[in-house]
């Protein structure tokens, strides 16, 4: 079995299924993924579409459901005899799910890690008492657990190798397929992809991009998640003056002038493409609350943490307004100087995340260890 509960998981899990099918084309599995982990040959018992939910707050609306996903995925477990877990990120419906299964005997493997080094060393404490392998997507992860007396390895990031095999469009068959204005650079806003995040932070950005895009002659394009129906966006930006693209992130990454970026992986994804960005993040008050008493971190961008030093601005909750967003993108189109400086410092990425073949090594170590199960 295998679950994942969001976008950025769905696309690491269908490359973990794809290269566990190359060593075994026999292999069944099970679980919660999206539609690329179904793709690649997973049989879904629920949809990542109706996972999309985050936060104290939420979570607490949504605990019903969330018990009966869980013991839907027990059931299966018990009925198919599933003796291995690959838990995919997802940390908050995962080590619960972790917890009801550790004592049923279940081998489980935790590939892309919950960010523990956000949270404090006191979840490490708990993860150990219920995960056999941490399969980490960073070299820091694996010193990290190691020292706590886990079993850990790291794999390299998963992205490199998406990032490195994808077929991108040029600039104008990008322009030309979505009837773009050749005359105008872009304006990328990436929202997110979980409903609730989406209707907080995205009328602020298209109001403030709409401003920069004026002010600048850009066009701005909305990197729009699969799983966000276009007429949502439509519905709550109160503006049509925006093109939606689905399914073609990475082009657009690779030739926006400038993004406003929703906090996560997609800031890591930017980054490796060299994109110059503002981040931002808005949620629940409550959420934002909690989550501000318990992470320990400077930075809530990936880009930025994984960099180790604040290369994109951060916008988080009241900052993430629209005289905010449209201020910091002036700032950095106004100055050529900070544009390429953003640039030049976005390349040390790469060199942070491991070698390429991340999804091949995690497949392996998953294989041997379903063996030994």
């Not at 501000?292 to 601005?313: D, P, Q, S, Y």
């Not at 050529?336 to 410092?345: E, F, G, R, T």
């Amino acid at each position: 079995m295998i679950i994942a509960g969001e976008v950025s998981g769905d696309m690491h899990g269908a490359s973990l299924i794809t290269e566990l099918r190359k060593l075994d084309d026999t292999i069944e599995i099970f679980g919660i993924g999206g539609d690329k982990m179904s793709a690649a040959g997973m049989n879904i018992i629920h949809h990542i579409n109706q996972m999309a939910f985050l936060g104290f707050a939420e979570i607490l609306k949504h605990l019903p459901f969330i018990k009966r996903v869980q013991k839907d995925l027990i059931n299966i477990i018990v009925n198919k005899g599933i003796k291995t877990v690959v838990l995919i990120d997802y940390p908050g419906f995962n080590l619960s799910i972790a917890k009801k299964l550790k004592p049923m005997g279940i081998k489980i493997i935790y590939y892309i890690s919950p960010q523990v080094w956000a949270w404090g060393a006191g979840r490490i404490k708990k993860i150990k008492k219920l995960i056999d392998k941490m399969l980490v997507v960073f070299p820091f992860e694996e010193e990290l657990y190691k020292r706590a007396g886990m079993e850990a390895e790291f794999v390299g990031h998963p992205l490199l190798d998406r990032i490195n095999e994808y077929n991108f469009l040029t600039k104008d068959e990008l322009y030309k397929k979505f009837n773009l204005d050749a005359g105008k650079e872009i304006l990328l806003i990436l929202p997110g992809s979980r409903l609730h995040e989406v209707e907080k932070m995205f009328p602020e950005c298209i109001s403030a991009a709409e401003k920069v895009a004026d002010e600048f002659n850009l066009q701005i394009v909305v990197a729009c998640s699969p799983n966000i129906e276009e007429n949502f966006l439509e519905t709550i930006s109160g503006s049509l003056d925006y093109t939606i693209i689905k399914g073609y992130t990475y082009d657009l990454m690779k030739y926006a002038k400038i993004g406003i970026v929703k906090s996560g992986t997609s800031t890591l994804e930017a980054g490796l493409l060299g994109l110059p960005m503002v981040i931002v993040y808005k949620t629940s008050y409550l959420t934002y609350l909690i989550g501000k008493n318990l992470v320990k971190l400077n930075n809530i961008g990936m880009a930025n943490i994984v960099a180790g030093e604040n290369i994109a601005v951060e916008l988080i909750q009241d900052m993430a307004n629209i005289d905010s967003i449209y201020n910091e993108c002036k700032k950095i189109l106004l100055d050529d100087h900070l544009l390429n400086s953003i640039k030049l410092k976005l390349n040390i990425l790469k060199g942070k995340l491991g070698t390429k073949g991340a999804s091949r090594r995690a497949a392996k170590s998953i294989y041997s260890i379903l063996n030994e199960a």
